[in-house]
């Protein structure tokens, strides 16, 4: 199995910050990336797919990036709505797996 | 409008079985393949089962396999999750998405709300 391994866990950050979260893959997954944004008592819903796509409807201050093993997702400024936790998830072969979550905290 | 409802969660006791269905709506269910999400109280996220359009290219979660079955209703536009066997483990909120399998691009493009499973020891 592809083991996904994010950092940090935790980020502390203020409104306007420039943040980078990064996924590292166990093995090469290509450009098969996926980022997800998860509020307290929502589902989570997609950012980027295939590293570097936007979601239609995803504000532009989210971008992805990487290849092979290694992956960030960056939010250029930080907005209130923003804070959350973020998964990545490798879409490269069965099962699916996702990384430990990342939160993103004032 | 994209719509996905999940219903049939609830407490049941370990041994015990439980089918989860999704309602969906708003988009051709016929077309797209579609998985069940679960996220333990607290914890992350971890897929448990993926179907294709037509029912067949189904694949587990190796700690599922065997005692869960995904299956589809493709007149119905219902996906179902069929749990036998269940563990004080398989306690988390499904989900249920929209798989978008499309090389590179795979991944959860719409979620429903959730249901909660709760199975007691």
């Known amino acids: 199995d592809i083991q996904m391994t994010q950092s940090p866990s935790f980020v502390s950050a203020s409104v306007g910050d420039r943040v980078t979260i990064t996924c590292r893959a166990s093995?090469?997954?290509?450009?098969?990336l996926a980022w997800y944004q998860q509020k307290p008592g929502e589902a989570p819903k997609v950012l980027i797919y295939?590293?570097?796509s936007l979601q239609s409807g995803v504000p532009p201050r989210f971008s992805g990036g990487g290849s092979g093993t290694d992956f960030t997702l960056t939010i250029s400024s930080l907005q209130p709505e923003d804070f959350a936790t973020y998964y990545c998830?490798?879409?490269?072969?069965?099962?699916?797996?996702f990384g430990g979550g990342t939160k993103v905290e004032i | 409008e994209v719509q996905l409802v999940e219903s049939g969660g609830g407490l049941v006791q370990a041994g015990g079985s439980l089918r989860l269905s999704c309602a969906a709506s708003?988009?051709?269910?016929?077309?797209?393949?579609m998985s069940w999400v679960r996220q333990s109280p607290g914890k992350g996220l971890e897929w448990v089962a993926v179907?294709?359009?037509?029912?067949?290219?189904?694949h587990y979660a190796d700690s599922v396999e065997g005692r869960f079955t995904i299956s589809r209703d493709n007149s119905k536009n219902t996906l179902y999750l069929q749990m036998n066997s269940l563990r004080a483990e398989d306690t988390a909120v499904y989900y249920c998405?929209?798989?978008?399998?499309?090389?590179?691009?795979?991944?959860?493009?719409?979620w429903g709300q959730g249901t909660l499973v709760t199975v007691s020891s």
């Open positions: 998405a929209k798989y978008r399998a499309l090389g590179a691009a795979r991944s959860f493009d719409f």
């Open positions: 708003g988009f051709m269910f016929r077309n797209y393949a």
């Open positions: 179907i294709g359009d037509d029912g067949t290219n189904i």
């Open positions: 093995q090469d997954i290509s450009s098969s």
């Open positions: 295939g590293t570097f």
């Open positions: 998830q490798q879409a490269d072969s069965f099962p699916l797996t």
